[in-house]
């Protein structure tokens, strides 16, 4: 059997890692600026990160949601403290998309409706509701594209006030920084306002923080930068640093129905150790404050970098997540950092390059990733 040839790949065996750094089969060290896809949030094969979850293995690997979880329950408690969530509920799942899928359904369970508000550039994910709700038709398959979603372009607050005042919204999705989208921010003055609507008009906030959240903007979460409280909160990525995990943050006024919502693997004593893991060493090594102290000064650099080099147009983001605009498409200066320089980057649009380092990155480093882009740009 061969594989399904869904992705453009590079010809790179990637085989080992730790911390920032990566490993292809034949040696070569590559400095990842890219974690994954946002993934990596602790560093890659952190020590304390191996042990918690080999020991879980040895212990039980699985066992369903029929039984009581207690990790799940240490999971919900340290979540919630950490996070300034301590009265939410948590519902765990596997993926991002899945996280998406069941705050949107849960959101329709609680107020009836059926319509969705989503931004323009918005992703969401590619299961059903979640690939509706994200503005690329290229992958909204005919059986998904049923309707229910309204993209409005992200912060024009008028323009969602309007559809709102319909009354018949169900829910609102938004990233409060775009990831796929190319790294563009919410404004507070448009976050505010569109709780408020959201209130006014009886729709459910969902902020989508699976890329931007979980220390990535250097707040726990990218909308507590805004001063809003969404209804309900979805998370994946870096929550269990590669282990697949999704989760659900759920605002004490929405009441849990038994069955309403449920998964076989979701919540599972692997995936529980290692995001349990994710959150000793968010707290032991202060790595939402590095987030924010490292990603700032990477901006700083970045912008420094940008007068001497007009080639980069604007530098956008918050912690470690930052978009370096090029008046260029970003195709050969990744691909030189790449094959050059040997430094993994993402990418936005045609022309961002962007950058999603683990939440550990030293100021070294930083310094080290703008002097190889120096050399690409040189
Ligand atoms: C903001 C956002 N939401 C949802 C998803 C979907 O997550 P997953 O690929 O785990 O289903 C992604 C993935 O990139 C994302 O960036």
């Avoid at 065996?13 to 040696?27: L, R």
């Avoid at 979460?221 to 969404?230: E, S």
């Avoid at 995936?271 to 700083?300: R, T």
């Avoid at 470690?320 to 320089?341: C, D, H, N, S, T």
Wanted: glycine letters at 8%; charged letters at 20%.
């Amino acid at each position: 059997m061969k594989l399904f040839d869904v992705y453009p790949l590079f010809d790179i065996n990637i085989v080992k890692g730790k911390g920032c750094k990566i490993w292809d089969d034949k040696g070569q060290e590559y400095l990842d600026l890219y974690g994954g896809h946002a993934v990596i949030s602790i560093g890659h094969s952190h020590p304390h990160y191996i042990n918690k979850v080999t020991e879980q293995l040895s212990n039980l690997g699985f066992y369903s949601n029929s039984v009581k979880n207690m990790l799940q329950v240490e999971l919900a408690e340290r979540l919630g403290k950490i996070s300034g969530y301590d009265d939410y509920q948590l519902f765990l799942i596997n993926s991002g998309a899945e996280a998406n899928e069941n705050a949107l359904k849960l959101a329709s369970f609680t107020n009836g409706r059926t319509r969705i508000l989503a931004a323009k550039k918005a992703f969401h994910g590619r299961t059903s509701l979640a690939v509706e709700a994200t503005d690329n038709p290229k992958i909204i398959a005919p059986i998904n594209n049923n309707q229910h979603v309204t993209y409005l372009p992200l912060n024009d607050l008028p323009a969602w006030e309007e559809e709102l005042a319909k009354d018949d919204v169900c829910a609102v999705i938004i990233e409060c920084i775009q990831g796929v989208g190319g790294i563009k921010m919410v404004s507070k003055d448009f976050a505010q306002g569109l709780a408020a609507a959201c209130k006014k008009h009886g729709a459910l906030l969902i902020c989508d923080e699976i890329q931007c959240g979980y220390g990535r903007s250097g707040k726990f979460f990218a909308h507590q930068w805004l001063d809003i409280q969404p209804d309900i909160i979805t998370v994946a990525k870096g929550i269990a640093n590669g282990f697949p995990m999704g989760a659900v943050l759920i605002s004490p006024a929405l009441k849990p129905i038994y069955g309403q919502l449920g998964t076989t693997f979701g919540g599972n004593p692997l995936a529980c150790s290692a995001a349990l893991a994710v959150l000793d060493v968010f707290e032991k090594e202060q790595l939402v404050e590095n987030a924010h102290i490292v990603g700032e000064y990477l901006i700083e650099q970045l912008k420094e970098l940008q007068k001497d080099y007009p080639i980069i147009t604007e530098v956008r983001g918050r912690g470690m997540m930052i978009g370096v605009e090029l008046a260029v498409p970003y195709k050969e200066i990744r691909q030189r950092l790449l094959f050059e320089q040997h430094c993994f980057t993402g990418c936005a649009g045609t022309n961002t390059l962007r950058l999603l380092p683990p939440l550990c990155l030293t100021k070294t480093e930083a310094d080290d990733f703008i002097s190889r882009l120096k050399q690409v740009l040189n």
